[in-house]
């Protein structure tokens, strides 16, 4: 179900990254330096970057701008990383749209993110280079676009299941 009801949000909004991993990054540039980013957002109660790894998005217009000779640079910064493809993709989705709501999240039912319960993630290495890594994409994409996600916060639709329960090792729905 969890499925089907994010493929239906996504295709009311193509134009959009639509997912299941909210992030909140604030500042300009934005700040990905923190240990616990999944539990600020949902204390937040408020996202402006969808994780791509369990998302829907429009694969030819993101895609081609994402392999395109422009965005060689940023790429090869991502590849030398082993991180952050999924935040350059937000934020050529949010320059793209030029102002216009680039995310959306769906809340599912159940999620238990198990990477939680080891020091290393799959993208990035090990958990301590994660989150300075991502800020420092955060600083280049910056440079690159201007701060597309600058004053965006989108309020959390909780879809009547309420917030999630986020003990240390993540959290869970």
């Known amino acids: 179900a969890d499925i089907e009801r994010g493929f ?8 959009r990254i639509t997912g299941y991993y909210p992030r909140l990054l604030e500042g300009d540039p934005p700040s990905y330096q923190c240990t616990r980013c999944e539990k600020h957002t949902y204390e937040a109660e ?6 791509t790894g369990a998302a829907f998005m429009d ?21 030398s990383m082993t991180n952050c493809e999924d935040l350059l993709m937000n934020y050529l989705v949010a320059h793209a749209l ?5 995310v959306e999240w769906v ?17 990035g290495g090990s958990a301590g ?3 300075p890594q991502r800020h420092k994409c955060t600083e280049v994409f910056t440079e690159r676009f201007g701060n597309p996600l ?3 916060a989108y309020e959390m639709d909780w879809n009547g299941m309420g917030r999630p329960w986020c003990p240390w090792f993540g959290c869970v729905m």
């Open 129 to 131: 280079a994660f989150g």
């Open 98 to 102: 030029g102002g216009a709501q680039h």
């Open 59 to 79: 694969a030819p217009a993101t895609f081609d701008a994402y392999w395109s000779d422009d965005m060689k640079e940023m790429r090869d910064l991502v590849d």
């Open 150 to 152: 600058a004053g965006k």
């Open 107 to 123: 809340r599912p039912s159940a999620r238990f993110d198990v990477g939680k319960l080891t020091s290393r993630r799959l993208s």
């Open 46 to 51: 408020r996202y402006n970057v969808i994780l």
């Open 8 to 15: 239906a949000r996504w295709r009311r909004h193509p134009e």
